[in-house]
């Protein structure tokens, strides 16, 4: 595997909205984890059974987007993050006949149900424990959640 396939993995990789992926090709092993946004390579990580030429610049070239991840970091700052509270699959609406619960834009009150976490077939609805503006939903309808998985941003302002 040459610079230039692994340059297009981690393009590819990160506009594709995959969390994980893990490829093996002969003697090189590599794990590339994006953020939840799925804009850039969180972290990058080449393991290799032989040495190979290309190996320092490689290293270089994967290290290289970590770095534009801070200014977004700063942008977000200012909102709150709803997490998840518990593991399950996260829910925009009610019932699949049903409008979501809230959009990107919509006004939000404490004690609003803001999504649905399903666990072991019961329904638990997630509420909201601040009053705000929804800027942005971090995860798909339908999606499994992790524990403490960031589920919601909102403007408190």
């Known amino acids: 595997m040459d610079l230039k396939e692994i340059q297009n993995l981690i393009k590819f990789v990160s506009n594709s909205g995959v969390a994980e992926v893990k490829l093996e090709t002969g003697d090189i092993k590599i794990t590339i984890r994006t953020t939840l946004e799925g804009n ?16 320092a610049p490689v290293q270089q070239v994967i290290q290289a987007p970590v770095a534009p991840a801070a200014p977004a970091a700063e942008e977000n700052s200012k ?68 524990f403490d998985q960031p589920l919601f941003l909102v403007d408190p302002s």
Do not use: H, W
């Open 40 to 55: 850039n390579p969180d972290i990058t990580y080449v393991q290799q059974a032989a040495p190979i030429q290309q190996a």
């Open 79 to 146: 909102y709150i993050t709803i997490k998840s509270p518990m593991i399950g699959t996260f829910y925009r609406k009610p019932a699949p006949d049903k409008p979501s619960f809230i959009e990107v834009g919509s006004s939000i009150g404490k004690g609003d149900v803001l999504c649905v976490v399903e666990a072991m077939k019961l329904f638990n609805e997630i509420e909201a424990e601040i009053s705000g503006k929804i800027v942005k939903i971090l995860v798909d309808d339908m999606s499994p959640v992790e």
